[in-house]
């Protein structure tokens, strides 16, 4: 089955760029019909989509974050990142990569997560 796997700082100074890389192994991120998903779960609050990147590069952000939002992918690598800009301590949260595929109406694998605090 898909293994995803998000990596990256786990403190970000306010201002700063959160940048974080989801690896996946065991599919490809250029699977017909793929959608790779970021989400963040702040403390004490529910799940948040931030935006998308499906397996021909287009991309699609949650409208309150698109001003500060950019997925990007490397397919040579099997990853795609997230970069979160002008972070705040209200992006203080545990952030996931995900999958779907195209119809499928759910998210069907998951990475572990990550928590990523905003502070200085």
């Known amino acids: 089955q898909v293994q995803l796997q998000e990596s990256g700082p786990g403190l970000v100074k306010p201002s700063q760029t959160l940048s974080l890389i989801c690896s996946v192994s065991l599919g490809s991120i250029t699977t017909s019909r793929s959608y790779w998903s970021w989400i963040r779960q702040p403390p004490g609050k529910g799940l948040e989509w931030i935006g998308y990147?499906?397996?021909?590069?287009?991309?699609y952000y949650s409208p309150s974050l698109r001003s500060r939002t950019s997925i990007s992918r490397d397919t040579s690598k099997n990853q795609f990142t997230l970069q979160l800009t002008a972070a705040t301590p209200e992006d203080t949260a545990v952030y996931y990569c995900?999958?779907?595929?195209?119809?499928?109406?759910?998210?069907?694998?998951w990475g572990q997560g990550t928590q990523v605090t905003v502070s200085s």
């Open positions: 995900a999958r779907t595929i195209a119809g499928l109406g759910t998210l069907d694998y």
């Open positions: 990147i499906n397996y021909i590069g287009a991309t």
